[in-house]
């Protein structure tokens, strides 16, 4: 049974930092693109980032939306399953249910929709105010 598993979420003040991790069993990371998405209140789904694990460690293949550059930062540890996604610099418009994805979402130079996903993870709450 494929499972993915968030944690990490919560609420801190806008200027503050999370992690989120999600936690696969039941396929290996090193096989898949994996991919964080978000829905903010009252609206549809938004890509945030991807992470292709097959790239090397010299050029590891991350890609983000434009609202997140320089703040957020993906990640994988392909030994524990696990993806990560770092979050600087929050603002009170982050405050959305995060979710991770296994599947390829971004793929020539863009991203291609989510109907490449082949498994979700539960959505976890991320609330910033002050």
């Known amino acids: 049974e494929v499972r993915l598993v968030t944690s990490g979420g919560g609420s801190v003040q806008p200027g503050g930092s999370l992690r989120l991790s999600c936690e696969g069993s039941?396929?290996?990371?090193?096989?898949?693109?994996m991919s964080w998405f978000r829905q903010r209140p009252e609206k549809g789904l938004e890509w945030v980032a991807s992470?292709?694990?097959?790239?090397?460690?010299?050029?590891?293949?991350?890609n983000y939306a434009d609202f997140v550059k320089g703040r957020f930062a993906i990640s994988i540890d392909n030994a524990e399953n696990t993806l990560y996604l770092q979050m600087n610099s929050l603002k009170p418009e982050d405050t959305a249910m995060y979710y991770c994805?296994?599947?390829?979402?971004?793929?020539?130079?863009?991203?291609?929709?989510?109907?490449?996903?082949?498994?979700w993870g539960h959505g976890i709450q991320v609330t910033v105010s002050s």
């Open positions: 994805a296994a599947g390829i979402v971004y793929s020539g130079g863009s991203y291609c929709g989510d109907r490449g996903v082949d498994y």
């Open positions: 039941g396929f290996s990371f090193g096989d898949r693109a």
């Open positions: 992470i292709n694990p097959k790239a090397d460690a010299d050029h590891l293949d991350t």
